[in-house]
């Protein structure tokens, strides 16, 4: 222990001074990653003397340990209702808020939290933004906090890991550990080696170093989940999978994380309102923007700034509708709506986005991929695109052009009244127009995904799965 916490503030050391000095001298900051990660890899090898692979140990992340959801968590969830995997100690890494808050309520097996020096963490409403399905089901995992000792002793012991995000560099496996990369969402934006040098306005990373990161990502993981032949396509482009050679590890057998919208029922969107508070007899309409690459504060992360006019907004549609408004997990800001106190409600700290999709009626959206995983309820999408031609050209790109998508574009808070106005009696060409964008989009999603892929990684072991739609 006496060693770790050296080398933590030796680490912290050199990290405060290259920072200061890398905003003077190009290429400091890059040739310090590399001698950080180099550190790190050597620590993370030294784990492995000390801690044999177990065959019988599964560890989970999803979003770098933000959030207990998206497909870790569906596959976590058919692990728990397999009696084959009973034997499986199944490791969960969260945020340090949500441990110790789970510590203080009582009844879990959580380790590692004396390993975690960090300063006192935001208080968490657990039963906000969990909610009970999932505060039960955590009763059934090992808890530890991302980041901390516990947390890398835990990857150098798994036989499995399975993440929706890319993991810390320094991490990487040996024989008898494989690595199931989930990643979270359909890609509309460009992504990865996909994205073009004249096309980047990226603060934190050039676009050669964003290629560097998502090749070496590709060469890393053991299997990558896809939803659909046009994600395979556009996964393997951006992992570079497919002039690698290694576009068999690709997994295309439907999202996991949308298995869930397959199998609830009334009483769950019931109690789902309950918990956030939504008002009842009004229409439900998700706004879930995505973050913009070049929107970065040093020290405080992604910001974003909300352009609808939500004056204009509750004042054509107030009386019939309530918004909620989610945040991408990356953005770092906090949004005061307490001007709209009945018309918005903030549910960027909902742990599991599919408890807002399966609540709404409709979903307004951007870049984000949500509108994918949308399609598979058959709901009105609208695009609030205010900055298209920007992000189009200067920042990201599109693998999908404006008319390809499944619903309108607006880019004027007016035109957004009117697309909303007009998508909450869709007809039948709309209702043609997502039942053709889905079956192209989300062919596999049929409420089976988690099963098929554990049978995939585990052919002798469990329930057979579901067939594909």
């Given at each position: 222990?006496?060693?770790?916490?050296?080398?933590?503030?030796?680490?912290?050391?050199?990290?405060?001074?290259?920072?200061?000095?890398?905003?003077?001298?190009?290429?400091?900051?890059?040739?310090?990653?590399?001698?950080?990660?180099?550190?790190?890899?050597?620590?993370?090898?030294?784990?492995?003397?000390?801690?044999?692979?177990?065959?019988?140990?599964?560890?989970?992340?999803?979003?770098?340990?933000?959030?207990?959801?998206?497909?870790?968590?569906?596959?976590?969830?058919?692990?728990?209702?397999?009696?084959?995997?009973?034997?499986?100690?199944?490791?969960?890494?969260?945020?340090?808020?949500?441990?110790?808050?789970?510590?203080?309520?009582?009844?879990?097996?959580?380790?590692?939290?004396?390993?975690?020096?960090?300063?006192?963490?935001?208080?968490?409403?657990?039963?906000?933004?969990?909610?009970?399905?999932?505060?039960?089901?955590?009763?059934?995992?090992?808890?530890?906090?991302?980041?901390?000792?516990?947390?890398?002793?835990?990857?150098?012991?798994?036989?499995?890991?399975?993440?929706?995000?890319?993991?810390?560099?320094?991490?990487?496996?040996?024989?008898?550990?494989?690595?199931?990369?989930?990643?979270?969402?359909?890609?509309?934006?460009?992504?990865?080696?996909?994205?073009?040098?004249?096309?980047?306005?990226?603060?934190?990373?050039?676009?050669?170093?964003?290629?560097?990161?998502?090749?070496?990502?590709?060469?890393?993981?053991?299997?990558?989940?896809?939803?659909?032949?046009?994600?395979?396509?556009k996964l393997g482009s951006a992992f570079d999978l497919l002039s690698t050679g290694r576009k068999d590890a690709i997994l295309e057998e439907g999202y996991p994380r949308n298995d869930r919208l397959s199998d609830f029922n009334a009483d769950d969107v019931e109690r789902i309102k309950a918990r956030i508070g939504v008002p009842e007899g009004k229409k439900v309409v998700l706004y879930a923007p995505t973050w913009r690459d070049n929107k970065h504060v040093s020290g405080l992360g992604y910001t974003y700034d909300v352009e609808a006019d939500f004056e204009l907004l509750q004042a054509a549609l107030g009386d019939d509708c309530v918004v909620l408004f989610r945040a991408h997990y990356l953005i770092a800001d906090s949004f005061d709506f307490g001007a709209h106190e009945g018309f918005v409600i903030d549910v960027s700290r909902i742990d599991d986005i599919n408890d807002v999709y399966i609540i709404s009626d409709m979903l307004i959206t951007d870049y984000s991929s949500v509108f994918f995983d949308y399609a598979n309820l058959g709901r009105p999408v609208v695009f609030y695109m205010y900055d298209l031609e920007h992000y189009a050209g200067e920042l990201r790109g599109f693998y999908l052009q404006p008319e390809e998508l499944p619903g309108p574009v607006a880019q004027t808070t007016e035109e957004l009244i009117e697309a909303i106005r007009l998508a909450e009696d869709?007809?039948?060409?709309?209702?043609?127009?997502?039942?053709?964008?889905?079956?192209?989009?989300?062919?596999?999603?049929?409420?089976?995904?988690?099963?098929?892929?554990?049978?995939r990684i585990f052919p002798d072991r469990g329930a057979r799965p579901g067939s594909g739609a």
């Open positions: 222990m006496a060693r770790t916490k050296l080398s933590a503030r030796i680490r912290k050391t050199f990290r405060t001074v290259v920072i200061a000095a890398g905003k003077r001298i190009p290429n400091l900051l890059n040739a310090a990653r590399e001698v950080n990660a180099a550190l790190r890899r050597y620590e993370f090898r030294r784990l492995w003397h000390a801690n044999p692979v177990d065959p019988n140990v599964i560890v989970f992340e999803a979003y770098a340990g933000r959030s207990y959801a998206c497909s870790p968590r569906a596959l976590y969830r058919a692990m728990l209702a397999d009696p084959a995997y009973d034997g499986v100690e199944k490791i969960w890494a969260l945020r340090r808020s949500v441990v110790l808050a789970l510590q203080e309520r009582g009844g879990y097996d959580i380790r590692g939290v004396e390993g975690v020096t960090a300063g006192q963490p935001k208080p968490i409403d657990l039963d906000l933004a969990l909610g009970a399905e999932a505060l039960e089901e955590l009763r059934h995992a090992v808890i530890v906090p991302f980041g901390s000792p516990e947390y890398r002793r835990s990857y150098a012991r798994a036989a499995l890991w399975v993440s929706n995000a890319i993991i810390p560099t320094y991490f990487y496996t040996r024989p008898g550990q494989r690595y199931l990369q989930t990643w979270h969402g359909t890609p509309l934006k460009r992504l990865g080696c996909d994205i073009r040098h004249e096309a980047s306005q990226n603060v934190l990373f050039s676009v050669d170093e964003i290629h560097e990161r998502y090749q070496r990502e590709g060469a890393r993981f053991t299997y990558l989940v896809s939803p659909s032949p046009y994600a395979t396509d869709p007809g039948a060409d709309e209702h043609a127009t997502l039942a053709r964008f889905r079956e192209h989009y989300a062919p596999l999603d049929d409420g089976h995904a988690s099963q098929r892929v554990l049978a």
